[in-house]
């Protein structure tokens, strides 16, 4: 009999698709600088996303997390932040370690770190957070290359050993980050 022979192939997917709850006091806030080679340094600027992100550019990519006003004195521990990223969009590592000078949008300038450390995901690039106690920020280099227009889920921060407790930027699963790429 034929039937009992066939292999069958089995898929495992750990995302959810119920509808998931902002349970970590946690906030989230990103940010995408444009970023600009200047002589022997780059020059990370605030840029206006409505206008859209070009393909032929590379972007700083900021995630800030920080425990909420009131869990100042909360830890959290082995957590991942989950930043989502449009079909095309990869993180750049080829630049190395390179000086930036953030120019912020009252005109000041301040030197920044580019983190290095990250893993790629499936459509997004994920930070492993050892412990969060204070306000932290990570910076990529990200480029895009699909043009189009994109709704992305929001970054969101989950404990790596109590999964189904999450925190969203804006706090809100929902919510979409919608993105034009030119």
Known sequence: ??????ETEFRLYY?????DEHKLKVKI???IYSLEKKENRYISSVIDLESGINTEEKYVDEIIIEPENNY??????????????PPGASVQSDLGKIEVVKVTESGSDESI?????SRLGSLSYKIPIK???????????IQFSAKGKYKL?????FEMYAPDKKAYKGKN????????VN
């Open 1 to 6: 009999d034929n039937k009992h022979n066939e």
């Open 15 to 19: 995302d959810t698709y119920k509808k």
């Open 29 to 31: 806030t990103r940010n």
């Open 72 to 85: 100042s004195k909360v830890r959290f521990d082995y957590g991942m932040i989950e930043v989502p990223l």
């Open 113 to 117: 770190e580019i983190d290095q450390e």
């Open 131 to 141: 412990e969060l106690v204070n306000k932290r920020t990570f910076r990529h280099i």
């Open 153 to 157: 889920p929001m970054t969101r921060f």
């Open 173 to 180: 699963n929902n919510a979409v980050w919608d993105l034009n």
